[in-house]
C-alpha cells in the first residue's frame, strides 16, 4: 500500500485560560487531547461530532492557523507542525481550506478574478497574464459558475455561489487536501446537495484528498469513505462507512446516528437519549469521558480511559465494552 497523504499523530491543542478576574493560575481548554488518523490520497475522511467536541480545532490545527501544544502533523512523509515558515510556504499550496461561511470568508471590497487570482500569483503558478486568464476562466468552469462573474463582487451572489467562489480559491492553489469546515451547515438543504456533488466531481477530477468536519451525518453518509467520531477532544470511533451507518460499535456513535431522519416516509428511529450535559473541556471526567452520559457505563469506565482497538477488519473503537486487538492505528 502507498503511504498516507496526511498522518496525524497523537495531536493536542490546549487553550490557556484565566481560572479568575485576579488569579494568576491558568487553566486549559483541552479542545483536543490525543487524536490520531491518517489520510491516503484521493479519500475522503469525514471527522464528526457535536458541536463543541473539537473537529474544527483539528482542522485548523492542520492548516497551522496556529501551533499545536503536542504530537505531529505529517504531510506526505514532512512533517508541518514545526516546520520552518520557507517549508510552510509550499505546504500551505498542497493543503487548503473551505470555510463555513462563505460570505465571511471573502473580501467584500475584492471582485471574484482578484480573489482567485491571488493564491495564483502568490505561489507563482501562472507563467503570463494570458496563463492567468486561462486559468481564472477554467475555475469558473470548474464550479460551474459563468465566466462573465469574475468582475462581480461577493456580496452579489448568493450562498450556494459563494460557496462555489470558496471552493474554486481552494482549487486555484492546485491543492492534494482540502480542509471542508462544515463547508455545507450555511446552506439550504437544496444547495448542500449541489455543493457536496461538486466536490466528489472535483475530487474524483483532481484526485483530490478531504478532510470533511461536519456534524451533518445525512450529508456524510452520502459522500465519505471512512467516518472519525470525536467526543469532547477524542477520537471514539473511526470506520468506513458501511461499517459505521450499518454496525456501530461505541455507544456514542450509537446515539449519535439514532438521531438521523429516515428517507422513507414514515419511516422512524428509535432515539438513544443521552443524559446529562457534555463535560466541560476545562475539567474532562477521569477516564471514559463519555461515561458521564453512556448507558452501558461501568465502574472501569469511570477510572481506566479506553484506547483505540480493533473492532473488525477496518474499525477502531475506544470502548471498554470491545476487547479486540491491542491499540492499533486508524
Known amino acids: 500500500m502507498s503511504p498516507p497523504l496526511l498522518q496525524v499523530n497523537d495531536l493536542k491543542k490546549h487553550f490557556p485560560v484565566k481560572a479568575g478576574l485576579f488569579s494568576r493560575k491558568s487553566e486549559f481548554v483541552y479542545a483536543v487531547d490525543g487524536v490520531s488518523f491518517e489520510i491516503a490520497r484521493g479519500e475522503t475522511l469525514s471527522l464528526v461530532g457535536e458541536s463543541g467536541c473539537g473537529k474544527s480545532t483539528v482542522g485548523r490545527a492542520i492548516l497551522r492557523l496556529f501551533d499545536i501544544t503536542a504530537g505531529q502533523v505529517i504531510l506526505d512523509g514532512q512533517r508541518i507542525d514545526d516546520a520552518a515558515p520557507s517549508t510552510m510556504r509550499q505546504m500551505r499550496r498542497r493543503v487548503q481550506v473551505v470555510f463555513q461561511d462563505p460570505f465571511s470568508s471573502l473580501n467584500p471590497r475584492m471582485r471574484v478574478r482578484d480573489i482567485l487570482a491571488e493564491p495564483i500569483r502568490n505561489f507563482g503558478l501562472a507563467k503570463s497574464a494570458e496563463d492567468l486568464e486561462v486559468r481564472l476562466t477554467a475555475l469558473m468552469?470548474?464550479?460551474?459558475?459563468?465566466?462573465?462573474?469574475?468582475?462581480?463582487?461577493?456580496?452579489?451572489?448568493?450562498?450556494?455561489?459563494?460557496?462555489?467562489?470558496?471552493?474554486?480559491?481552494?482549487?486555484?492553489?492546485?491543492?492534494?487536501?482540502?480542509?471542508?469546515?462544515?463547508?455545507?451547515?450555511a446552506l439550504d438543504v437544496s444547495v448542500k446537495a449541489q455543493i457536496v456533488n461538486l466536490l466528489q466531481d472535483l475530487q474524483s477530477e483532481f484526485g483530490l484528498a478531504l478532510l470533511f468536519i461536519s456534524h451533518d451525518l445525512a450529508i456524510v453518509e452520502h459522500m465519505t469513505h471512512r467516518v472519525a467520531v470525536m467526543y469532547l477532544g477524542k477520537i471514539v470511533e473511526v470506520a468506513p462507512r458501511r461499517e459505521i451507518f450499518?454496525?456501530?460499535?461505541?455507544?456514542?456513535?450509537?446515539?449519535?446516528?439514532?438521531?438521523?431522519?429516515?428517507?422513507?416516509?414514515?419511516?422512524?428511529?428509535?432515539?438513544?437519549?443521552?443524559?446529562?450535559?457534555?463535560?466541560?473541556?476545562?475539567?474532562?471526567?477521569?477516564?471514559?469521558?463519555?461515561?458521564?452520559?453512556?448507558?452501558?457505563?461501568?465502574?472501569?469506565?469511570?477510572?481506566?480511559?479506553?484506547?483505540?482497538?480493533?473492532?473488525?477488519?477496518?474499525?477502531?473503537?475506544?470502548?471498554?465494552?470491545?476487547?479486540?486487538?491491542?491499540?492499533?492505528?486508524?
Open 141 to 185: 468552469d470548474t464550479v460551474r459558475l459563468p465566466r462573465e462573474a469574475l468582475n462581480r463582487r461577493p456580496h452579489e451572489f448568493s450562498g450556494g455561489q459563494r460557496q462555489r467562489i470558496g471552493i474554486a480559491r481552494a482549487l486555484a492553489a492546485e491543492p492534494e487536501l482540502i480542509v471542508c469546515d462544515e463547508a455545507v451547515s
Open 246 to 330: 450499518a454496525a456501530p460499535r461505541h455507544p456514542y456513535t450509537k446515539a449519535l446516528l439514532s438521531a438521523v431522519p429516515l428517507p422513507e416516509p414514515g419511516a422512524q428511529r428509535n432515539p438513544i437519549i443521552l443524559k446529562g450535559d457534555v463535560p466541560s473541556p476545562i475539567n474532562p471526567p477521569k477516564g471514559c469521558r463519555f461515561h458521564t452520559r453512556c448507558p452501558l457505563v461501568f465502574d472501569r469506565c469511570r477510572t481506566e480511559e479506553p484506547v483505540l482497538r480493533a473492532a473488525g477488519a477496518e474499525q477502531w473503537v475506544a470502548c471498554h465494552l470491545e476487547e479486540g486487538a491491542p491499540a492499533a492505528r486508524p
